[in-house]
């Protein structure tokens, strides 16, 4: 399995303000995948990131909110832009493994707190 | 309804109970099925991988699937205090997107 750390495991902020959350693999993999899990709840898929097009973005999810970086095969960044405190949440990378697409390996996750 | 239903818990057994743990789903095309444990401020980490039915069994974990039913279950054997997390069952078509399950908290009384 891959090794995946994130920055910054949490961070408090201020709503209007944006933060920038990034993925890093220890391996080079094709598909990286960026979830959100609020307290309680499923995790809930926001996009798609492949290495050298746009990341395609779940319903409910637009670049403007959240826009994604792939600048090669083992990082990607997640941005939570004009942050409100719905946006209050744990942020989630996630790899495809070597049995392919249906088994993902997860990072350590982002906890966020929008005051 | 949710496409896949997972009773939230808390389940609270007694060290080396047997710990059973279910979901169950609406879309009969699923085929890959999968169980995740997830401890208090970690991301999820892959236990069990299952595709179409059966069983698979790794050490006291044993993952069962009934298609047939649409159920899930994830068997816990001699469980542990560190057995004590969250745990997540997704499920897939054939292809990326994992539907999840909202997790079920077990705890594991020593």
């Known amino acids: 399995s891959a090794v995946i750390s994130q920055k910054p495991s949490r961070d408090i902020c201020q709503r209007g303000t944006s933060l920038t959350i990034q993925c890093q693999v220890d391996s080079q993999v094709t598909m990286m995948f960026w979830y959100r899990q609020q307290p309680g709840q499923s995790l809930t898929l926001i996009a798609t990131?492949?290495?050298?097009?746009?990341?395609?973005?779940e319903s409910g999810f637009v670049i403007d909110k959240f826009p994604i970086s792939r600048p090669n095969l083992t990082f990607s960044t997640l941005t939570v832009s004009n942050m409100s405190p719905e946006d209050s949440s744990i942020y989630l990378c996630?790899?495809?493994?070597?049995?392919?697409?249906?088994?993902?390996?997860f990072g350590p996750g982002t906890r966020l707190l929008v005051l | 309804q949710k496409e896949v239903e997972q009773d939230p818990g808390p389940l609270s057994v007694p060290e080396g109970a047997i710990v059973s743990l279910n979901c169950t789903y609406s879309?009969?095309?699923?085929?890959?099925f999968m169980w995740y444990r997830q401890y208090s401020r970690k991301g999820p980490e892959l236990l069990m991988y299952?595709?179409s039915s059966g069983n698979k069994e790794d050490g006291r974990f044993t993952a069962q699937v009934d298609k047939s039913s649409k159920y899930i279950s994830l068997f816990i054997r001699d469980s542990q205090p560190s057995d004590s997390a969250t745990y997540l069952c997704?499920?897939?078509?054939?292809?990326?997107?994992?539907?999840w399950g909202a997790g079920t908290k077990l705890i594991i009384k020593p």
């Open positions: 879309n009969s095309a699923f085929q890959y």
């Open positions: 990131a492949n290495q050298g097009s746009e990341a395609t973005y």
């Open positions: 299952t595709y």
């Open positions: 996630s790899v495809v493994g070597s049995q392919g697409g249906e088994t993902q390996y």
């Open positions: 997704a499920m897939s078509l054939n292809n990326y997107q994992l539907i």
